[in-house]
C-alpha cells in the first residue's frame, strides 16, 4: 500500500531561524495537506495544495507540491515559541482515502 | 457547528468494557473518518463514512471495533470488549465533498483519549 515518509522525525531549533521539513511517498499523489497538531488537540490544516509545482503560503508557512508528485515540502520562516508541535503530511490520490506521514516534532528552543 | 466536536473528551474504563465515543461532523459534511493515533505516533485510518454508508472499513483492527452514522451526521465508534492496547487517542474528521478539490480537505475533532486499565 502507499506510505509516506516524514523527515527529519524530530528536530530542536532556535527561536527566530528556518525550518525546512519533507514528506514522500512511494507512489503519485495528486493532493497533498500540512497539518499542525498541539499537544493534546486534533490536528489543524495548515495548507492544501492541488497542483504538481504548487507553491502556497500562509503566513510564515510555505508549502510545496513537488514536480514528482511523489513529495511536498513544508517551510516556516523566523520560527517563534508557538510553532512547537508535530507537523503531518497526508496525501491522497483519485478515488482513494489519505495517507498521513508519521509526522515530524519540531521543538523550539528560547 | 462551527467545528468537528467529539465527546467524551477523555475515557478512562476497564479492560473487558464496552466503550462508545461519538463525532459530531462539520454540519453539511458528507464525509466522515475515523483515526487512531497511538502515543507519539501518527494517524492510523480506521474507517470512512459518505453519508451513512461506509465504503472502506479496512482500517478496523478487529471485530471488536464498529461504527455507524446515522442521518448523515453524527457517528458513534464503538469498541467491544476493550484491551490495553486499545489506548488511545481517537481522532474524527470530517470533509465537505471528498474527490474534489477544496472539498476533500479533512478537518478534525480535538479527539477522545481512551485509557483502558
Known amino acids: 500500500g502507499q506510505q509516506l515518509n516524514q523527515s527529519p522525525q524530530s528536530m530542536f531549533i532556535q527561536e527566530g531561524e528556518d525550518v525546512s521539513m519533507n514528506c514522500t511517498s512511494s507512489?503519485?499523489?495528486?493532493?497533498w495537506l500540512w497539518y499542525k497538531q498541539d499537544p493534546g488537540e486534533g490536528p489543524v490544516l495548515l495548507i492544501a495544495?492541488?497542483?504538481?509545482?504548487e507553491l502556497t503560503s500562509n503566513g510564515r508557512l510555505t508549502a510545496q507540491f513537488g514536480i514528482t508528485r511523489k513529495d511536498s515540502f513544508l517551510n516556516i520562516s523566523a520560527s517563534i515559541p508557538s510553532d512547537v508541535g508535530i507537523y503531518f503530511c497526508?496525501?491522497?490520490?483519485?478515488?482513494?482515502?489519505?495517507?498521513f506521514g508519521p509526522g515530524t516534532r519540531l521543538s523550539v528552543l528560547p | 457547528g462551527a467545528g468537528v466536536s467529539q465527546s467524551p473528551s477523555n475515557k478512562v474504563t476497564e479492560k473487558g468494557k464496552d466503550v462508545e465515543l461519538r463525532c459530531d461532523p462539520i454540519?453539511?459534511?458528507?464525509?466522515l473518518y475515523w483515526y487512531r493515533q497511538s502515543l507519539g505516533q501518527g494517524l492510523e485510518f480506521l474507517i470512512y463514512?459518505?453519508?451513512?454508508?461506509?465504503?472502506?472499513k479496512s482500517g478496523l483492527p478487529s471485530d471488536r471495533f464498529s461504527a455507524e452514522r446515522t442521518g448523515g451526521s453524527v457517528s458513534t465508534l464503538t469498541i467491544q470488549r476493550t484491551q490495553q492496547e486499545d489506548s488511545a487517542v481517537y481522532l474524527c474528521?470530517?470533509?465537505?465533498?471528498?474527490?474534489?478539490?477544496?472539498?476533500?480537505?479533512?478537518?478534525f475533532g480535538p479527539g477522545t483519549r481512551l485509557l483502558v486499565l
Open positions: 474528521a470530517s470533509s465537505a465533498i471528498p474527490g474534489q478539490g477544496a472539498g476533500e480537505t479533512q478537518y
Open positions: 507512489s503519485i499523489f495528486n493532493t
Open positions: 495544495l492541488y497542483k504538481a509545482g
Open positions: 497526508a496525501g491522497r490520490n483519485y478515488g482513494q482515502n489519505f495517507v
Open positions: 454540519s453539511g459534511h458528507t464525509a
Open positions: 463514512f459518505q453519508g451513512n454508508s461506509a465504503p472502506d
